[in-house]
């Protein structure tokens, strides 16, 4: 698929802060990427250099083609932009909101169909200010589809809302990818980057950590799968007897899967052990997981930075 | 720059002003409350009689001090007197902004006592009334009175045909009163308060709530934005000057006219204080840093300026004070096109807040900016 952002160390610097400091990724048409990193990590900044809202300080970037701080005006109606911390006009309404967007753009746009994709048809005709969070970020996306842009930029859409609302933003997302449009979304949440992503880039201190698809990302990042067995204590010595990795867990032990025949064997030897257990249970690395593992390696120096590559 | 956008966002701008109602207050219904507290409190004497100065050039003879007491009866003037001395009554009048006047001819008494013969032998006697036609039902009443008391001596004295007969005539100069300084004055402050507290709000916190990189994420220009901002504050200029011509001459009959030379000044006023408003604004890094600057910028201007009175009346030291605010030329310029009929100071007025408007519109243009860095 053709790349449709690319970035090439990009560096922005706020006078002694390298807020992004050398990020390079590449975003394919029709996909969902995520730019997933902790409040700080530099996300909003590179998000806005890419929207053409903040001019870089250096590196290399093209959206659609296009230089966004020196070429705005020809970016501008191609792409869809949902800010972090949406706001807008208090007095006006959803409706008169999206007339606005039309007319500004000059494009013919079915105002009620637009709100009904967003599900704001109930409060078309309410004022901003009446409306809630949730409804706040629909009215950004919508404002967002007015133009029928092929890329969308959404900033940490779902921050602050509650689980209900969270959903139903995913929902859009899904179906803005499935109408072909690639979608590039920043998050602190790694469960919302895991459901939506094609592709996750993991930014920390202005640096991408990681990146791949999730599970890419799992696998070379994450620990290998283990099979979970809650109890004796006694168990552990068997198994590590046996030559496996042991490791105390909740209540229990963790033993490190080599193989799927492994999880056989283990289960024999306790089996024939005589020793007491209740149950067992696998378990993978979440992107979570990964992700803790990540920074936390960043921090103390064990992982070097920007080691990790990304998928080609 | 594209026209069709300026339209397109007009309406939303005028939109999310109307709906707000301290806007729409501050911007077209205190000048109201204004007019009508001012105008009241400095318009009416109390009395409910009107002025009359006379001058009594029959040296106080029984007759003319009976016309005058006559006159006097009627309950509705107030005279004052003054010497003959002081020469010309009519010029008298326009020196001192004195509104109605009387002059009583000497030989008033011996006229009116040849009249009163059986047999008269007489000719009528002329009362020289002058009055301001610019102070409406004030001269009614002075002409009526005066002719009330005149009908009275003519009846007594000769039957009814006339032996005193008062000639109307103009006073000379146009006489001001306080509320035609105060129409021009209150339009200033209107052309002043509406952009300064709005844009001065609208700059701060619409880029608190970045509301202007919202903008910038359309095709709508700064420019663009620039110009429909501009025309909604002019648009609200006229509205106000057209409601405070209205109740200051409906209410208190104000002599003040919208002339063409006004509209330059509610069309250059308001782009000079919405530049000034968005450069205070954009000064600030707070919203409420915001207002404390918009308030040290307007209240000096809005009690300095000849808003409320006229500068010609503020002590010497304060002039030059008034000289260097920019509302002031506003007001001046506003006096002369509505009420003085002084073009050429009109035009000087006009080109000073032109050029102010210029610099202050060029330096918020560079200043203001929608992208961040």
Redesign the interface.
């Known amino acids: 698929m053709p790349a449709c952002i690319e970035v090439s160390d990009l560096v922005k610097v706020y006078g002694s802060l390298r807020a992004v400091d050398g990020v390079t990724c590449e975003v394919r048409t029709g996909e969902v990427f995520a730019f997933l990193g902790p409040n700080g990590a530099g996300k909003t900044t590179t998000v806005e250099i890419l929207e053409g809202l903040r001019p870089r300080t250096s590196g290399e970037v093209q959206v659609l083609g296009f230089d966004p701080w020196t070429q705005l005006d020809r970016l501008r109606t191609r792409i869809g932009v949902i800010p972090q911390d949406f706001h807008f006009f208090p007095k006006l309404t959803p409706r008169e909101a999206i007339r606005l967007y039309a007319s500004l753009f000059a494009v013919k746009v079915d105002v009620d169909e637009l709100l009904a994709r967003v599900e704001l048809s109930d409060k078309a005709d309410d004022y901003y200010d009446t409306l809630s969070g949730g409804q706040h970020q629909k009215l950004g996306v919508a404002l967002a589809l007015v133009n029928d842009p092929e890329l969308c930029f959404l900033d940490e859409p779902t921050t602050g809302l509650d689980p209900r609302a969270r959903r139903s933003i995913w929902d859009l997302i899904r179906r803005l990818r499935a109408e072909g449009r690639t979608v590039f979304l920043t998050t602190h949440y790694l469960e919302e980057a895991q459901q939506l992503s094609d592709r996750i880039a993991i930014i920390n201190r202005g640096r991408i950590i990681a990146s791949g698809a999730p599970a890419e990302i799992i696998s070379r990042y994450g620990r290998p799968e283990r099979l979970r067995i809650i109890g004796e204590a006694a168990l552990a010595e068997r198994l590590s007897a046996l030559g496996f990795h042991v490791q105390p867990a909740d209540g229990g032990i963790d033993v490190e899967l080599r193989s799927k025949a492994d999880a056989l064997t283990i289960l024999q030897t306790i089996a024939s052990s005589g020793l007491r257990w209740e149950r067992f249970s696998t378990q993978t690395d979440t992107l979570e997981d990964v992700f803790i593992q990540l920074v936390g390696r960043l921090e103390d120096g064990s992982l070097p930075e920007a080691s990790a590559g990304g998928s080609p | 720059m594209n026209l069709?956008?300026v339209a397109?966002?007009f309406p939303?701008f005028a939109?999310?002003y109307l709906?707000?109602p301290l806007g729409l207050f501050m911007s077209l219904i205190f000048p109201v409350i204004l007019i009508l507290i001012f105008g009241a409190v400095f318009s009416n004497s109390g009395s409910g009689q009107v002025p009359l100065t006379v001058q009594n050039l029959d040296h106080n003879s029984p007759a003319s001090v009976g016309f005058l007491s006559a006159l006097n009866a009627t309950g509705v003037v107030s005279i004052s007197i003054v010497s003959p001395d002081v020469g010309n009554l009519s010029t008298y009048l326009a020196h001192n902004d004195l509104a109605a006047g009387l002059v009583i001819p000497a030989g008033f008494n011996t006229t009116l006592a040849a009249c009163a013969q059986p047999l008269p032998s007489c000719s009528p006697v002329r009362l020289l009334v002058f009055t301001n036609p610019s102070s409406g039902a004030e001269a009614g009443i002075v002409q009526g009175a005066v002719q009330g008391a005149a009908n009275g001596v003519n009846l007594h004295l000769a039957g009814g045909s006339v032996v005193v007969a008062p000639v109307n005539l103009n006073v000379g100069n146009q006489i001001y009163r306080y509320i035609d300084y105060l129409v021009p004055g209150l339009i200033g402050f209107s052309v002043l308060v509406s952009p300064m507290f709005s844009m001065v709000n609208v700059s701060s916190t619409w880029k608190r709530?970045?509301?202007f990189?919202?903008l910038?994420?359309?095709?709508?220009s700064r420019g663009e934005w620039l110009t429909a901002t501009f025309l909604w504050y002019v648009v609200l200029a006229f509205v106000s000057t057209l409601l405070l011509l209205g109740v200051g001459s409906a209410v208190f009959g104000a002599h003040v006219t919208l002339t063409l030379l006004t509209l330059p000044f509610l069309v250059v006023g308001p782009i000079l204080f919405v530049a000034i408003g968005l450069l205070a604004g954009s000064a600030a890094s707070t919203p409420e840093s915001a207002g404390v600057i918009g308030n040290i910028i307007t209240f000096p201007m809005m009690f300095l300026s000849g808003t409320f009175f006229p500068v010609s009346l503020f002590p010497s030291w304060l002039v030059p004070v008034a000289h260097v605010l920019p509302l002031f030329y506003v007001i001046d310029g506003l006096n002369a096109a509505m009420v003085f009929s002084s073009p050429a100071t009109a035009y000087v007025d006009l080109l000073v807040v032109l050029v102010l408007a210029i610099v202050f519109a060029v330096v918020a243009a560079r200043v203001f900016s929608w992208?961040?860095?």
Do not use: M, V
């Open positions: 069709r956008r397109a966002y939303a939109k999310g709906r707000n709530d970045k509301l990189r919202q910038s994420l359309t095709p709508l992208r961040e860095q």
